[in-house]
Nanobody, 121 residues
Framework: QVQLVESGGGLVQAGGSLRLSCAAS????????MGWFRQAPGKAREFVAG????????FYADSVKGRFTISRDNAQNTVHLQMNSLKPEDTAVYYC??????????????WGQGTQVTVSS
């Protein structure tokens, strides 16, 4: 079992910043690529950012590239998403996930409960 718990969501004005955190259980955290997804009302869940198991490799959706930064600390079993220059379009429930590759896209094998991010104009 992998348990993921997100925190750090909230209400912020456009142009502001938030830092999301995800705490993972177990010693196997370092075995997983980790990432963040988001889902806005009426929309499909969307991949946002990922961090590889080691080496510092990261990857981002084009919509957030240059504004969001994902990081992980395997010793602390945590992953973070620093979100800067937030836009109203970023409003969504954000989910932490242990990632899997389906041959075409990154998906989630395990999911956190989600944390709401609301960006006001």
């Amino acid at each position: 079992q992998v348990q993921l718990v997100e925190s750090g969501g909230g209400l912020v004005q456009a142009g502001g910043s938030l830092r999301l955190s995800c705490a993972a259980s177990g010693r196997i955290f370092s075995s997983w690529n980790m990432g963040w997804f988001r889902q806005a009302p009426g929309k499909a869940r969307e991949f946002v950012a990922g961090a590889r198991v080691s080496g510092g490799g990261t990857f981002y959706a084009d919509s957030v590239k240059g504004r969001f930064t994902i990081s992980r600390d395997n010793a602390q079993n945590t992953v973070h998403l620093q979100m800067n220059s937030l836009k109203p379009e970023d409003t969504a429930v954000y989910y932490c996930a242990a990632l899997k590759w389906d041959g075409r896209n990154w998906g989630g094998q395990y999911w956190g409960q989600g944390t709401q991010v609301t960006v006001s104009s």
